[in-house]
């Protein structure tokens, strides 16, 4: 085997090791969201397929011709690449859950195998480039380098260019299909009929799992599996579902409709400022309903809204109603970042809708996020922020107590029973320095028949009690948040 060769094998499968890895992110979220739990099982699942893949490929590189083991790697490899998302759109469902254990498994079902197999193939080359002990550093070492070298572009590829220009299923395929091919170009020569009917059979049963197991994604974002359904009872209603969560509702041609608990306690609170238009940020779009609605309900009024994703805006735009203007302006990019050249003292409300169910972008949770937010706003301006939390309420409890830590004034909206810590769900949180109308939301909830209590002063602080709060150098939202 040429030296060129030997590196293009070992830069190849270590950078598709990566990808793999990368792209795990993406293909899980639907199952158990983008935390730093999901993460973290992805990587330590992978770094043990590494792991063991390099010690058994060192194990029969030493006890068989380690020529003859190439062609299989990469052909077994290139298999179970295909195979990855049937198997997590087949186990993802039936799991019902996104802790540690749960992340674990299904990323060991879907990545552990490919990543050990592919990881065998440098020790076994290692092998078959070392042809005297007394140059076994230079082969072992620059064959390590020249796989972390791999392993870097496959990371950077995949992260800043595939994700965002291809869905996952045909960067999957496209790997596969490379890998297989690679495998036959390698040991076609001493392949058997027999021998390569038994793999190209399975590569394509594998190649058509992939593309007939579907997954729950209409759309694929760089950041979710985005789909949006019609209504059955409302002909004109639109429900945007991101992940598992039913995420948003628009009526095409009634904007003042507004379907979700936590939309109508927003539009509450925001009927007990005084009239007129106001001038609102919106920290994440979604299906845009509150901008549309406050649009609707508020002539005059200016909505700017910061969404990070911005195929969310396109699929706004194309199945959700959204118009831009000058009124309803979209910046996209991350809030934290843009929330900096936004000017202050300008804004009557702040509307913090970026939280999921699965998904918490914890750099939006902080203290110093929140202290922004506050410069921004008038002196009588809210800050509304939905989130969504099941008992214990750790992280309902650490978000209030960061708010009340930087605010004058706090209350939190929910059901009693989820504030009394029985069952879960969304809670809408008010913070201003200039006080809170409670009573004038309490009423405008009673007028439309809504039950939820606006808890602060004194019930509030019972609330907070050992509550920490959430700063840019500890803020574990993942731990913190519980999920049914």
Known sequence: MSALTARLLVFC????????????????????????????????????????????????????????????????????????????????????????????TLTVLAFFLPAAVLSAVTPVVVKIRLHTLDETGRVVGSLSAIGTTGAIVGTFLTGFVLIAAWPSRPIVFALGAALIVAGLGLGAADLSRGALAAIVIPGVLGGLLLFTVNGPCETETAYFCARVEVDAERPTGRVLWLDTLRHSYVDLEDPTYLDFRYAKIMADVLASTPPGPLDVLFIGGGGFTLPRYIAEVRPGSTSLVLE??????????????????ADLAVQVGDARLLLADAPAGQYDAVIGDAFGGLSVPWHLTTEEFVTEIRERLTPTGYYLLNMIDYPPLGFARAEAATLADVFTHVAVIAPRDYLDGTRGGNFVMVASDSPIDTAAITASIRQRGGLEVVVGAAELARFLEGADVLRDDFAPVDQLISRP
């Open 308 to 325: 990070l994703d911005p195929t969310l805006v396109d699929i706004a735009r194309v199945d959700l109603g959204l118009v831009t203007s």
């Open 13 to 104: 499968t270590s950078a598709a090791v990566l990808i793999l890895e990368i792209l795990a992110g993406r293909l899980l979220a639907p199952y158990v969201g983008v935390t730093l739990e999901t993460f973290t099982g992805i990587i330590g699942t992978v770094l043990a397929g590494i792991a063991i893949g390099a010690w058994l490929g060192g194990l029969a590189a030493d006890r068989t011709e380690p020529r003859r083991l190439l062609a299989p790697l990469l052909v077994v490899g290139g298999i179970l690449t295909l195979l990855a998302p049937p198997i997590i759109n087949t186990i993802g469902p039936r799991l019902g859950g996104s802790g540690p254990a749960d992340i674990v």
